[in-house]
Nanobody, 128 residues
Framework: QVQLVESGGGLVQAGGSLRLSCAAS????????MGWFRQAPGKEREFVAA????????GYADSVKGRFTISRDNAKNTLYLQMNSLKPEDTAVYYC?????????????????????WGQGTQVTISS
């Protein structure tokens, strides 16, 4: 069973950048599809980005495409989310998620229910 710990959140001005990290332990990281989700106050948790086990395939929500980049370092058991050109509407708690996949190296998931393991989240606040 994998444990996930996010870090890197904070308060930045609009137009700024942040890099989130998600450290994984307790499992074989390269066996897991990984994703980032976010939840703003009063809203549902929503998909941000996802990446296949090898990093070969990546997917993004339309709202972040071209501004955010998801990546992973399987040697370091770490997932990243580089966030550029941040907007006030990006303010949310950001969560990383993991799902073990045995059969495919190219699949990734975009729905909450497809992920079993979740971190505790890191707050990102963008001021205007």
């Amino acid at each position: 069973q994998v444990q996930l710990v996010e870090s890197g959140g904070g308060l930045v001005q609009a137009g700024g950048s942040l890099r989130l990290s998600c450290a994984a332990s307790g499992g074989t990281f390269s066996s897991y599809v990984m994703g980032w989700f976010r939840q703003a106050p009063g809203k549902e948790r929503e998909f941000v980005a996802a990446i296949s086990k090898t990093g070969y395939r990546r997917g993004y929500a339309d709202s972040v495409k071209g501004r955010f980049t998801i990546s992973r370092d399987n040697a370091k058991n770490t997932l990243y989310l580089q966030m550029n050109s941040l907007k006030p509407e990006d303010t949310a708690v950001y969560y990383c998620a993991a799902q073990k996949v045995d059969y495919s190296s190219v699949v990734y998931y975009t729905e909450k229910y497809e992920y079993t393991y979740w971190g505790q989240g890191t707050q990102v606040t963008i001021s205007s």
